[in-house]
């Protein structure tokens, strides 16, 4: 019988705790705060706060009569069935069996595994019928009671299982008097706890700031007939704190270390192949970002750059669990993590903005410089180097965007236009087209990108996407150039275990296919493949290992180069 009692205590508890999880829904991707105003929280997407209407009159709608005073209970349950059932923009609440069901839910989300285990442990989570889970949003009264009573159905199915009969409650009561000493020795130890942790918020590190962080080791080894590659291993440390002083605002700040670099690109001679997470040296300690967003209204959100910035940090890249926003836990390389047109101006600072309607129209602008900081002649935030973006983000499922990038880079640029991506001719490196003709030197270049990039979930356990891309530069005095990169994407989420997944990563990175300058020089046009697997493998919610390996054909875009495998071994831990 004890046995009983206790498997009654086991399969409630957990239950109860996880139903709190499900519950915590009023701001994207953190816990509804005791204070909102003095607690962090992750980025609120914009539009998603759409009160019920219903929710100020529950007489206004749904069954209006009662048989008697003994049916109210059920008369509640109905109500709770109709309101759930309510015309809202996402459509009915419904039961889900797997997390990844969600088109909005990654497995970095920071609830990911609460969910996953609602749904395969309890059999519990509820979400909407356009196949999303809207986290980001508050929740009205009538949608709490309906997860509630999908929760307490189970509880009491369980319960049920059990056939606990009177004599074993009647024997729970009577422990429970016996016991009544140790109860209230508990109570006292709770109270303890309680005060203890009122002393803990007091001298806490800060009442408005959250600290998580991100630590990589990578071992990895480079093979081609041309170069001797040894083997490296390299870490990489950062370290986020996320403040907010509304509640729905953040402050992001980063620290980041290690000894990465610029992966192999010094001994292969070519940005092909480039680890998305590489970049920190000598493992100095550096301010890596520092980015404030905030919301206007439900519909517009904005976010502000001092340093770091990215188109890819308010614009939909749509290449799920892939995009990692530079991190250690997406992608092996820079090219498989993102289309490169939107590495434009990396690391610059500017101005990002997400307009959204509905859950299938998303409308993106912004606008970065890298010398915003530089108060001279051609430079400075408005008249130095910079890129501008505007992109259309159509669909759920089926998503498709189209986007286009005008930017400009002056002398003063590396001229790596696509963040350190692709062949040395594909990003106009000087020093790769001064040998083609005496009048190419370093000249400033205007540039307009397009592309189309795609993502389809077939099934919540397959992505398939991709993308084509093409630049149009000017070598301002000189003549025009074209260069193009493409790719096609399949992600295999939960692959294995919770938050896991495979994919594979078949295209080109950028590469030059028509130069016209004076003397028209000759250049090698070959397609420079690159193939990229990986998996990641999630041990457990804080550490995953992620085995890789790059292939590239026709390194830069000459097939005269012998090919080149780069294998990688990375372990992340997050926390």
Known sequence: MMSQLSSIFILTTPLLLGFNLLGIRAVAGEPVPLNPASTPVSEPVAGEFNPDPLDSDPSAIGPSSREDSGDEASHLLQQIEFYSQA???????????????????????????????????YNCLLGYGDGTYQGNRAMTRYEFATSLNACLQVITDRINDLDVNTGDLDLLTRLTQDFSAELATLRDRVDNLEL??????????????????????????????????ETVLSNRVRLNFVTS??????????????????????????????????????????????????????????????????????????????????????????????NPIYRFTLGGAGLGVK???????????????????????SAGLLDGNYSALGQIVLGSRFQVGLTYIHAYEGTSAPRFAYGGTGTNLGTLSPAALNPLSPSLRATPVVSNSYSVNTSLRITPNLIVGGWIAK?????????????????????????????????????????????????????????????????????????????????????????????????????????
């Open 196 to 229: 203890r942790t009122v002393e803990i918020e007091a001298n806490q590190f800060s009442p408005t700031t959250k600290l998580a962080g991100e630590a990589a080791f990578t071992l990895a080894d480079a093979f081609t007939d041309d170069v001797d590659v």
């Open 471 to 575: 630049t149009s530069a000017r070598l301002i005095g000189l003549g025009d150039a074209d260069i193009w990169n493409y790719a096609a994407t399949v992600v295999l989420p939960d692959l294995g275990t919770p938050g896991s997944f495979a994919s594979l990563i078949v295209g080109a990175e950028p590469h030059l296919t028509d130069l016209d300058v004076p003397g028209n020089p000759e250049f090698s046009k070959d397609t420079p493949f690159h193939i990229e697997g990986m998996y990641k493998y999630q041990i457990t919610p804080n550490i995953s290992l992620t085995p890789g390996l790059i292939w590239l054909t026709a390194p830069n875009q000459n097939n005269e180069n012998s090919d080149v495998f780069i294998g990688t071994f990375r372990t992340t831990f997050t926390f």
């Open 87 to 121: 015309d809202l923009d996402f459509g009915p609440l419904e039961q889900v069996n797997s997390v990844s069901e969600f088109t909005d839910v990654s497995p970095t989300d920071w609830a990911f595994q609460a969910l996953q285990n609602l749904a395969s442990k």
């Open 245 to 338: 002083f509304t509640g729905r605002d953040n402050l992001f700040t980063r620290l980041e270390m290690g000894n990465i670099g610029n992966s192999f690109q010094p001994v292969l001679g070519t940005n092909e192949g480039r680890y998305a997470f590489d970049g920190a040296t000598n493992n100095t300690v550096t301010l890596n970002r520092l980015h404030y967003f905030f919301p206007v209204g439900d519909k517009l959100s904005v976010r502000i750059f001092a340093n770091a910035g990215g188109h890819q940090f308010y614009a939909n890249t749509l290449n799920p669990f892939l995009e990692a926003g530079g991190g250690a836990t997406g992608a092996i390389s820079r090219f498989a993590e993102r």
């Open 355 to 377: 307009y959204t309607l509905g859950s299938n129209l998303e409308i993106n602008a912004g606008y970065l410089a890298s010398e915003a900081k530089t108060p001279i002649s």
